[in-house]
T-cell receptor, first 114, second 111 residues
Framework: NAGVMQNPRHLVRRRGQEARLRCSPM?????VYWYRQLPEEGLKFMVYLQKENIIDESGMPKERFSAEFPKEGPSILRIQQVVRGDSAAYFC????????????FGPGTRLTVT | GENVEQHPSTLSVQEGDSAVIKCTYSDSASNYFPWYKQELGKRPQLIIDIRSNVGEKKDQRIAVTLNKTAKHFSLHITETQPEDSAVYFCAAETNDYKLSFGAGTTVTVRA
């Protein structure tokens, strides 16, 4: 059973470009969570999604950031017009339905904005 | 919202000694407290967790204690080994899904 998959593992973008981060949950998991980790800091909750639904986006910056989890395919975290402050590791986690506390993390995408 | 504080930020111990990391939380509604270990450049991995109806839980060399009245919980690692060197994060869960993490403790086990 493959774990949570994220791609790309490393992403370099210039200021103003768009970044698209993908997350495929574990098989059988229908809930996805995105977290951001700044250097030498803990993980900060961004958004919680179920298939075709955003349940809680209270941790998402109000502008430039969006997330989706379509019926088919991976969850995508999209950052438009990236700035240097967006440089961070972005982790997604997944859990089975009804067991939201059992979150398994992916390997992360390290975004560098130059 | 929930606020989790974690201490110390760094911890250096001699191999074989014990390591203790402490966390406090603010939201009395939190009822699930996992601990994650993150090696450099790797994903956070759940190592142990505790629920609010339990005061202590042990798994081999790792134990976690919870004091709901005082709103603090601790991770204890006994007989530390070099492979225990990593960053450890505590977390508290609210709303049955939202994990709020501490800032992390970098543990270094000296051989």
């Amino acid at each position: 059973n493959a774990g949570v998959m994220q791609n790309p593992r490393h992403l370099v973008r210039r200021r103003g470009q768009e970044a698209r981060l993908r997350c495929s949950p574990m098989k059988g998991h229908s809930h996805v969570y995105w977290y951001r980790q700044l250097p030498e800091e803990g993980l900060k909750f961004m958004v919680y999604l179920q298939k075709e639904n955003i349940i809680d986006e209270s941790g998402m910056p109000k502008e430039r950031f969006s997330a989706e989890f379509p019926k088919e395919g991976p969850s995508i975290l999209r950052i438009q017009q990236v700035v240097r402050g967006d440089s961070a590791a972005y982790f997604c986690a997944s859990s089975p339905a009804g067991q939201a506390h059992e979150q398994y993390f992916g390997p992360g995408t390290r975004l560098t904005v130059t | 919202g929930e606020n989790v504080e974690q201490h110390p930020s760094t911890l250096s111990v001699q191999e074989g000694d014990s390591a203790v990391i402490k966390c406090t939380y603010s939201d009395s509604a939190s009822n699930y407290f996992p601990w994650y270990k993150q090696e450099l450049g790797k994903r956070p991995q759940l190592i142990i967790d505790i629920r609010s109806n339990v005061g202590e839980k042990k798994d081999q060399r790792i134990a976690v204690t919870l004091n709901k009245t005082a709103k603090h919980f601790s991770l204890h690692i006994t007989e530390t080994q070099p492979e225990d060197s990593a960053v450890y994060f505590c977390a508290a869960e609210t709303n049955d899904y939202k994990l709020s993490f501490g800032a992390g403790t970098t543990v270094t086990v000296r051989a």
